[in-house]
């Protein structure tokens, strides 16, 4: 008697139209999984209707963090850590091109076939466009970050469809997690995961008034960062940077402009990516990389001989700037510009650097999204900020 395969559940399934409400809500972080038929997986999946990051980190790491290690507690499962740059940075890149150098290697290479990456629209340089990239150059036409909502995983389908069986997917935490939760369903020999750090994204719309409120030429603006000296650094198309101080952002008027989800969100270190590159655990002018495993490893490896690498630093204290930013936040509080100024270049000589500065970042943030999540969402907060974020909120005194 012959038998025949059934076709997967998710097959059946519909993606959602264009528009149409997500189930995670006015929470949805757009990741994409709802545009394919893998919403069959979506409750499950959802970062934000389903927090799970024990159970994924024990998938992907063979460990779940070790809550006695507060490095675990800020980092996530780690095996090494280092501030790196390229020796030939990459022209256009955002900082000096490791990222779209690994990837370019491993399509080189042969180890994956394709990698899902964002590239910009033709109308707009901030318009995020997942692809599949199937070549080092359609991986380089996706350099530099888009900071907005992108749905990534949208491209899920293609990959089935596309009969790959070795994959590189970068992208961030909620989207990873999505990425995750699905992973044994898309038929993959080889799944590598390159994250960055993210927090603080925006729809396209949000980015629109970020920009206008803030920089002195919002239709020049390549992309921006905020970095280690606490300004917001803008690249603009002529190569000239613009600095603002954090300090003097304009609070009131964009106080509501980051999406729900970013407010919600306590994977700002993108914890189940196998590799994790970002700027934040790093001195200025060099990236922090984190080795969560030994996939992670091997990506590193193929790169190692075209960096600068020094050990990662840790320098001052964090926890009273931490403390005095959560009133100053909760109250929409902006300093006249030569006072932010004035504090910046104080706090930049004594404040937090390298790690420490990483975990300021953390800190703050992990304490501004458990008051969003306790303000807005008060039945999810005992489930969606895991043990390792409320460790982190702990050490603070927060508002009411």
């Given at each position: ?131 599949l990239a199937r070549t080092p150059e359609e991986v ?71 920009l206008e409120t803030t920089s002195y030429s919002p ?182």
């Amino acid at each position: 008697m012959t038998t025949i395969a059934q076709e997967p559940k998710h097959k059946k399934a519909k993606a959602l139209r264009p528009g149409a409400r997500r189930p995670a809500k006015e929470l949805c972080s757009e990741c994409g999984l709802c545009d394919t038929y893998y919403i069959h997986y979506v409750k499950e999946a959802c970062a934000f209707l389903n927090q799970q990051f024990d159970s994924l980190e024990e998938q992907t790491h063979g460990r779940s963090r070790n809550l006695e290690n507060q490095d675990d507690w800020y980092f996530g499962v780690h095996q090494d850590m280092m501030a790196a740059r390229k020796k030939e940075p990459i022209e256009g890149a955002q900082w000096t091109g490791i990222v779209s150098t690994i990837a370019c290697e491993m399509l080189t290479r042969g180890i994956v076939e394709g990698v899902v990456c964002v590239q910009n629209t033709k109308e707009d340089r901030f318009q995020p466009m997942p692809v599949l990239a199937r070549t080092p150059e359609e991986v380089l036409a996706a350099r530099v970050n888009k900071p907005t909502l992108s749905p990534n995983l949208s491209v899920l389908e293609l990959v089935e469809r596309s009969g790959m069986k070795r994959l590189l997917v970068i992208g961030v935490g909620c989207q990873i997690q999505a990425l995750r939760a699905v992973e044994k369903h898309l038929g993959l020999e080889k799944l590598y995961v390159l994250g960055t750090p993210c927090v603080d994204n925006v729809t396209r719309a949000g980015l629109q008034k970020f920009l206008e409120t803030t920089s002195y030429s919002p239709d020049t603006v390549v992309h921006y960062e905020f970095m280690q000296d606490f300004q917001v650094h803008f690249k603009h198309e002529d190569g000239s940077i613009e600095k603002v101080p954090f300090f003097g952002l304009n609070t009131k008027k964009l106080k509501n402009v980051f999406a729900p989800s970013c407010m919600s969100c306590f994977d700002y270190v993108n914890g189940l990516a196998d590799l994790v590159v970002g700027y934040m655990g790093a001195p200025f002018g060099w990236q922090w990389i984190v080795v969560r495993n030994q996939l992670g490893q091997e990506m590193l490896d193929l790169v190692m001989d075209m960096l600068d690498t020094q050990p990662v630093m840790s320098q001052g204290n964090r926890h009273q700037a931490v403390q005095q930013s959560i009133p100053a936040y909760d109250k929409a509080v902006t300093l006249p510009l030569w006072a932010a100024k004035l504090m910046g270049v104080v706090i930049e000589k004594i404040g937090p650097k390298g790690l420490e500065y990483a975990r300021f970042s953390i800190d703050s943030h992990f304490v501004r999204n458990y008051l969003y999540v306790k303000r807005n969402h008060q039945e999810k907060l005992a489930a969606h900020v895991p043990e390792f974020a409320q460790r982190i909120v702990a050490q603070y005194q927060l508002p009411k």
